[in-house]
């Protein structure tokens, strides 16, 4: 009777082992599961704001350069325009030291 109720007891404490070291390992799991989804939120979220960063400069630089070629464009109008004007003041000029 006594080495029956000892192997019932070894048993019950094993089966209460068993299912402590399995709800353990249940319990350590979900933590690693949620530590693994919010580590890939965090670098979803880090990825997106580098992208966002990156596309902002991208529309900055492009926006730089389309400025640059409007500033150039009307640097090549002015150029052309005191071309003309310093023509047309050498021309009246002549003409007013013709008259005299």
């Known amino acids: 009777q006594k080495n029956r109720n000892n192997q019932r007891s070894r048993a019950i404490n094993e089966?209460?082992?068993r299912r402590r070291e399995e709800r353990e390992?249940?319990?350590r799991a979900e933590r690693e599961?949620?530590?693994a989804a919010e580590?890939?939120?965090?670098e979803a979220a880090e990825r997106a704001e580098r992208?966002?960063?990156e596309s902002a400069a991208a529309i900055e630089a492009a926006e730089r350069a389309e400025a640059e070629e409007r500033a150039k464009k009307a640097n090549a109008r002015a150029a052309v325009l005191?071309?003309?004007?310093?023509e047309r003041l050498r021309e009246e000029w002549k003409s007013i030291k013709e008259l005299e």
């Open 25 to 27: 390992a249940q319990e």
């Open 39 to 42: 580590r890939a939120e965090r």
């Open 15 to 17: 089966y209460h082992n």
């Open 33 to 35: 599961a949620i530590e």
């Open 51 to 53: 992208e966002a960063r």
């Open 82 to 86: 005191e071309s003309k004007l310093e």
